[in-house]
């Protein structure tokens, strides 16, 4: 199985203060990786620096055979929060512009998901509780024809159906070929969804491991395995 993301000695500096230190991952193109760790581990920064956002100024990122921050966005969707989206706007209006950035932006997908996860276009973006502006995000990212996505907590503070809802949106519009990295400290909520799990701790990646061989070879569930990893333990495949 071919790699689709591959990062090299990634080191990540904001304000001179070190925030990622020597990041060494791979991604098999077509699995769904679980980005664990805790608050403040650095997990939002390495996806905005594998979708472009953020700066690698040492080409230590490769998304299928493209390094360049340029070229790796039109390769990635990122869940970005819609931090910039004007409040005001109705979600339709966002759609639209979101239709125009984004050539690759499939709008039949995106209705389908519209549709299954009962939002509604008419509202404003502001009108949102926090569970369904989540499900806007996901219909979003999701929307677009890439190889790969970047879900950034995407059940944080959400309720237990709409988790649900999201999870199955996710497994239903993931292609063979798509790659899914999802970050989350609730372990719990994305363990079934998981093929393999990377573990972020003191600025690098600490494990790798399947998510089979967690549980059959360890013995572990994927939640026991991160915590045995945050309280000392160390486990690569
Ligand atoms: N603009 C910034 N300036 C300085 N430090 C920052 C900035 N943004 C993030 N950091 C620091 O970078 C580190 C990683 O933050 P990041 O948001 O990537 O972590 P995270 O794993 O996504 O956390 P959480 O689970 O809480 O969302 C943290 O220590 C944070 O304080």
Do not use: C
């Not at 594998?50 to 990635?76: E, F, P, W, Y």
């Not at 931090?83 to 759609?95: E, K, P, Y």
């Not at 959400?158 to 949106?169: E, L, P, Y």
């Amino acid at each position: 199985m071919t790699d689709i993301l591959n990062i090299q000695h990634l080191n990540y500096k904001l304000n001179l203060v070190s925030i990622l230190a020597d990041v060494n991952l791979t991604v098999p193109t077509g699995s769904i990786v679980g980005l664990l760790g805790a608050n403040g581990a650095g997990k939002t920064t390495l996806m905005r620096l594998i979708s472009g956002v953020a700066k690698d100024h040492h080409n230590a990122i490769t998304i299928g055979d493209q390094t360049s921050a340029a070229q790796r966005k039109q390769l990635v969707s990122f869940s970005h929060q819609l931090d910039g989206a004007n409040n005001h706007a109705r979600l339709s209006q966002i759609v639209h512009d979101y239709q125009i950035l984004y050539p690759d932006f499939a709008a039949a997908q995106f209705q389908e998901l519209v549709t299954f996860l009962e939002l509604d276009l008419h509202k404003r973006l502001q009108q949102l509780s926090k569970g369904n502006r989540k499900k806007f995000i996901i219909a979003l990212t999701l929307a677009r024809q890439v190889p790969l996505y970047l879900l950034d907590e995407p059940f944080d503070g959400i309720d237990g159906m709409s988790r649900k809802k999201i999870i199955a949106s996710i497994l239903q519009w993931k292609t063979d070929d798509a790659t899914i990295l999802i970050s989350d400290h609730h372990v719990d909520d994305i363990a079934n969804l998981l093929d393999s799990v990377a573990v972020i701790k003191d600025k690098h990646v600490v494990a790798t491991a399947q998510a089979e061989t967690i549980r059959e070879e360890y013995g572990q569930s994927i939640e026991d395995y991160y915590e045995a990893i945050y309280t000392g333990g160390k486990q690569n495949d």
